[in-house]
C-alpha cells in the first residue's frame, strides 16, 4: 500500500510541520479569516550569528498593535510571477482529497494541472528558471515520493529520481540540475535526509557533501553555493561542488529553521520555531550570506496562528509568508518598511 502521508516523517516536531506544509498537507478544516493584531520589529542591531537576539522594544511603524492587517486585492496576483500553487482547488477545497496540483495565474484563473486518483498524491511543485517547466514530488509510482518534471501545462510528466522520499526540489540558475532533500537511494534507506543534486536531462543523481540531517536545499543566483538546513539549528552553506562547507547562523535553543535567498542573493530571510510548554513561537530574521547583520524582522507570535514552509522573497522587498491553519490564507512583509498585507486566495480565485 501507498503511504504517502506526511505524518510518516519521523525526524522531528518542527521537520514534519515544514515537509507537511511544503507537500501541501493542511488540516481538515478551512476557518475563515482572522481579525488579527501584529507587532512588527525594528530591524535590531547586527548581532554575530551565533548570538541570540534580544527582543527589540516595538516602535511606530506602518503596521502597529493597533492596526487592522489590510486585505490585498487582485493586483497582488503579478507579485507571484506565473502564479500561486495549491494542493486542492482555492475555489472550493474538497479537504477529503488527495493533493493535486493548482495553479492560480495573475489573471485569477484557476488550472488543475495534475490529476491523482485518489492513491497517490502530487505535491511540492516548484518552476524551472525559464517557466517552461515544474518539479514536483509525487508516490504515484513508487511507495513513497520521488522526483518528477512536467511542462508548464501539466503534460510530459516525467520521473528522475528512485530514492527513498524526495523534498524541497530547488532548480539551478541555468535550469539544467535540480537539488532535493532525500532519505537515500531506494531500497538503502538512511535515517536522516542528506542533499542530493539531478541532471535534469539524464536523471543522474550525485550525492553532495552536506553530510545527514540536512534538508530543504536552495542555490545561490550565481549557481556557485548551495544553502541548506544542517539540523534543527543551523543554516549552512556550501560550494557546489561540494567543498567549503561551513555554519552561517546557529540558533541554540531552536527547535526547527526555514529559510529563503533574495533574488539578489543579498538577504536570507529565515524563521526560527520554538515549543515552550507545547506552543509553538516563532520570529523572522534576516542575515547576510556571510552571517553578519543579522536583524529580526517580526515576531511571528504577533500573527496569533502559525505559520508553516520556509519565507518566500517575491522582490528584494517583500517576503511573503504562509499560514499553517489554512492553505488558503498567507502575508506579504515589507521589510523596508514593516507593513503588512493578509492575502486571501480563496477571495482571489474566479470561478
Not at 199 to 216: I, K, L
Not at 336 to 341: P, Y
Request: with cysteine; proline share 9%.
Amino acid at each position: 500500500m501507498r503511504r504517502a502521508t506526511c505524518s510518516s516523517v519521523t525526524w522531528g516536531v518542527v521537520a514534519l510541520v515544514l515537509f507537511g506544509s511544503l507537500c501541501g498537507c493542511s488540516p481538515g478544516t478551512t476557518p475563515g479569516p482572522a481579525t488579527l493584531t501584529p507587532t512588527i520589529r525594528p530591524a535590531a542591531s547586527p548581532v554575530g550569528p551565533t548570538t541570540p537576539v534580544p527582543a527589540p522594544t516595538p516602535s511606530a511603524l506602518p503596521v502597529t498593535a493597533t492596526t487592522a492587517i489590510p486585505t490585498a486585492g487582485p493586483e497582488v496576483l503579478q507579485k507571484f510571477g506565473k502564479g500561486k500553487f495549491f494542493c486542492r482547488d482555492p475555489r472550493d477545497p474538497d479537504e477529503s482529497t488527495r493533493c493535486s496540483i493548482y495553479l492560480l495565474d495573475p489573471r485569477g484563473i484557476v488550472r488543475q494541472l495534475t490529476t491523482t486518483d485518489g492513491t497517490f498524491r502530487d505535491s511540492g511543485p516548484t518552476w524551472s528558471p525559464d517557466g517552461s517547466r515544474i518539479a514536483f514530488v509525487s508516490d504515484r509510482e513508487t511507495e513513497l515520493e520521488n522526483l518528477y518534471v512536467m511542462n508548464a501545462d501539466g503534460s510530459g510528466i516525467r520521473r528522475l529520481t528512485d530514492m527513498t522520499r524526495v523534498c524541497c526540489p530547488a532548480w539551478s540558475p541555468d535550469g539544467t540540475r535540480i537539488a532535493f532533500s532525500s532519505w537515500g537511494e531506494h531500497g538503502k534507506a538512511e535515517p536522516e535526509p542528506a542533499v542530493f543534486v539531478v541532471d535534469v536531462e539524464t536523471g543522474q543523481v550525485s550525492p553532495t557533501t552536506s553530510g545527514t540531517g540536512t534538508w530543504w536545499v536552495q542555490w545561490s543566483p550565481d549557481g556557485k553555493s548551495l544553502f541548506f538546513m544542517c539540523g534543527a539549528e543551523e543554516l549552512c552553506v556550501m560550494n557546489a561542488d561540494g567543498t567549503d562547507r561551513r555554519v552561517i547562523v546557529r540558533r541554540g535553543g531552536a527547535s526547527g529553521l526555514s529559510f529563503d535567498l533574495s533574488p539578489d542573493g543579498r538577504w536570507i530571510a529565515f524563521t526560527e520555531i520554538m515549543f515552550l510548554s507545547g506552543d509553538q513561537h516563532g520570529r523572522m530574521y534576516r542575515v547576510d550570506p556571510s552571517g553578519g547583520n543579522l536583524t529580526l524582522l517580526i515576531d511571528l507570535d504577533t500573527l496569533e496562528v502559525p505559520l508553516s514552509g520556509p519565507p518566500r522573497w517575491l522582490s528584494n522587498e517583500e517576503i511573503y509568508l504562509h499560514r499553517y491553519q489554512t492553505s488558503y490564507v498567507g502575508y506579504i512583509l515589507n521589510v523596508e518598511t514593516g507593513g503588512l498585507v493578509e492575502v486571501d486566495w480563496r477571495l482571489l480565485a474566479k470561478e
